[in-house]
């Protein structure tokens, strides 16, 4: 075998997925949506329902007036991720080099199988059927000598399996569309690659034959377009590898975009990442902050904490997510993970009080014995300024033994710092 690289892609995965648990909507137009809420969009759409007129991006709202007949189904992450996960162990017994993309989509390493397999159209052929008998899905092969190739390869090319012979690979681009190639996503590359009517990839070829000129054009992309454009890629295949990381998520009990209830959100995720982060004496050279909206995009911003007290924590995190929020959109989903573990140097600061440290020992004691939420930053709940002591009053409703009083938010024998 020559040409060493698969690239596996079950077309429209979501939706396969759907129809394959669902026997009736396989001839039903449907469309997967973000969220069931008005301003929610679609993510993936049927043959069926582009042909009404649906396609990707589109508001829900707007799809409900357009079209009557079509099937809203919600995003269901977790399904798709166990079926993902599923097929990733199914095709592990094809090559023991094989890394898994977004959902539906994994790249294979079939260097050394020339013992096992007669070619690679038979690898691919035995691959291909082995997943359809295991989970009913469809899946195209792309083979070349590389990621790249073989990637656009999958996209392009309606057959089961379809391999691009070394050194044919500019020529197999050269006709393609150039919003295949993954450098005209650069902003700056795509305003140029518009501009200059650079629709082919034959014309990001001319564009780029000469150094100079290419170097005008394209600034600091230009290295990378010129071996795009010419079907070359030195990655190699990875696969998955753990990593050392601490991650909280908190799912809203309603998408909200109320400042007081999304800060206290973050400030008790982040005491949960600073209480972690002292129990293995560690602090995050990298702590990044994930917000998730109700329309299904998504924004992260990183950082990194040279302390691990819950001041500390709490204030970076806040900071990311604060600038991670520019959207007015109402929020889902808030995920802060911490990477990068380092052991922490444990030696007097002359210009940081150890104030910040003690308390936050004081409170890991407390949690220890009684849980997490056995003691709690008042700043961590959903109780506004604005309520004052009477509203507070209201909502008490529970006594622990020793007569002290908590909110009814807050699980009994839980004290509020």
Request: glycine share 6%; aromatic share 6%; with cysteine.
């Amino acid at each position: 075998m020559c040409e060493d690289v698969f690239h596996v892609r079950l077309s429209d995965f979501e939706l396969q997925v759907e129809r394959m648990l669902d026997a009736s909507l396989r001839t039903r137009p449907i469309a997967i949506i973000s969220s069931n809420r008005q301003d929610g969009t679609i993510v993936s759409a049927s043959q069926e329902a582009l042909s009404e007129g649906l396609f990707p991006g589109l508001k829900v709202s707007q799809a409900r007036r357009m079209s009557h007949g079509v099937i809203l189904l919600p995003y269901n992450s977790t399904l798709y991720s166990q079926m993902h996960q599923y097929v990733y162990q199914t095709i592990t017994h094809y090559s023991p080099v094989i890394e898994p993309t977004v959902f539906g989509q994994y790249f294979a390493d079939m260097s050394g199988m020339d013992g096992i397999y007669r070619d690679n159209f038979q690898a691919g052929s035995l691959m291909a059927k082995d997943i359809q008998f295991k989970v009913n899905l469809e899946s195209r092969i792309g083979i070349s000598a590389n990621k790249l190739v073989s990637r656009i390869a999958t996209a392009v090319v309606p057959e089961m399996i379809h391999r691009v012979e070394p050194g044919s690979e500019q020529v197999f681009l050269s006709p393609l569309d150039s919003e295949h190639l993954p450098a005209t996503a650069e902003p700056s590359v795509n305003k140029i690659v518009k501009f200059l009517l650079l629709r082919q990839v034959k014309g990001v070829q001319e564009a780029t034959a000469e150094p100079e000129t290419g170097g005008i054009l394209f600034g600091n992309h230009y290295r990378r377009l010129f071996l795009e454009a010419r079907g070359k890629d030195y990655s190699i295949v990875q696969p998955p590898q753990l990593r050392d990381h601490i991650v909280q998520q908190t799912v809203l009990t309603e998408d909200t975009n109320d400042e007081t209830k999304l800060m206290a959100a973050v400030r008790n995720l982040a005491e949960q990442t600073a209480h972690q982060l002292r129990a293995r004496k560690q602090i995050a050279r990298s702590l990044s902050v994930e917000i998730h909206y109700t329309d299904g995009l998504k924004n992260t911003r990183k950082g990194a904490v040279a302390f691990n007290d819950d001041a500390t924590v709490v204030e970076e995190a806040i900071r990311l997510f604060l600038a991670a929020n520019y959207r007015r959109n109402r929020i889902r989903t808030i995920v802060i993970d911490a990477t990068r573990l380092e052991p922490l140097a444990d030696q007097l600061d002359l210009f940081r009080s150890k104030k910040d440290d003690n308390l936050s020992l004081a409170v890991d004691r407390i949690r220890r014995k009684y849980g997490f939420s056995g003691i709690m930053n008042a700043a961590s709940l959903t109780i506004t300024k604005a309520q004052g002591r009477d509203d507070f009053l209201k909502i008490i409703s529970a006594k622990n033994k020793k007569g002290i009083l908590f909110p009814s938010a807050i699980p009994v024998n839980t004290a509020v710092i």
